[in-house]
């Protein structure tokens, strides 16, 4: 049974670049949240999606955008890359939606912005 | 508004020793979860206990164990007889219906040494 897989695994590019990251979730899970990890920090929430749209949103600008596939994979873009964009992104997924589910954790994407 | 606060940055142990990592978390619902997870070296956050507020007794699990206290809002986990391969950082984290919508926000973590 395979758990959450995000792809790539490092990253480095520079301001104002876009990137493109990937994830899919755990077998049998629909539903899709990305998390941001600054060094020394606690994961924050970015956004998630179900059924192939965005349903909750943290605190982020809308730099931050991202897409959920038919197969429930799912991607995050950022656009206009800032220095403190450099970060661990989690993709995290679970059954369904709702409060106290289980998310289950991928390995993560280290981007890095020079 | 929602908080987890970990107040321990860092703790460092001799292997064997027994270990208490503390949280203490606000919130306004009457409903809520609270979770502990350990992120290895590795960087993948692997889930080791859910709770729900309704549920205030003590779990054990192994080595590990969770005293949960709604009174003092706190949700503290021990490590018994502690191993190397404890090391890590761990966070403990929140879900409940007001503002997070059932996503987790996170303490900032305590980062567990455990030396041999």
């Known amino acids: 049974d395979a758990g959450v897989t995000q792809s790539p695994t490092h990253l480095i590019k520079t301001r104002g670049q876009q990137v493109t990251l990937r994830c899919s979730p755990k077998?049998?899970?629909?539903?899709v949240s990305w998390y941001q990890q600054a060094l020394g920090q606690g994961p924050q929430f970015i956004f998630q999606y179900y059924e192939e749209e965005e349903r909750q949103r943290g605190n982020f600008p809308d730099r931050f955008s991202g897409h959920q596939f038919p197969n429930y994979s799912s991607e995050l873009n950022v656009n206009a890359l800032l220095l403190g964009d450099s970060a661990l992104y989690l993709c995290?997924?679970?059954?369904?939606?709702?409060?106290?589910?289980?998310?289950?954790f991928g390995p993560g994407t280290r981007l890095t912005v020079l | 508004a929602q908080k987890v606060t970990q107040a321990q940055t860092e703790i460092s142990v001799v292997e064997k020793e027994d270990v208490t990592l503390d949280c203490v978390y606000e919130t306004r619902d009457t409903t809520y979860y609270l979770f502990w997870y350990k992120q290895p070296p590795s960087g993948e956050l692997v889930f080791l206990i859910r709770r729900n507020s309704f549920d205030e007794q003590n779990e054990i699990s192994g080595r590990y164990s969770w005293n949960f206290q709604k009174s003092t809002s706190s949700f503290n986990f021990t490590i018994t007889a502690s191993q190397v391969v404890d090391s890590a950082v761990y966070f403990c984290a929140l879900s409940g219906y007001g503002g997070s919508q059932g996503n987790l926000i996170f303490g900032k973590g305590t980062k567990l040494s455990v030396k041999p």
């Open positions: 077998s049998g899970h629909d539903t």
């Open positions: 995290a997924s679970s059954l369904v939606p709702g409060v106290g589910n289980e998310q289950f």
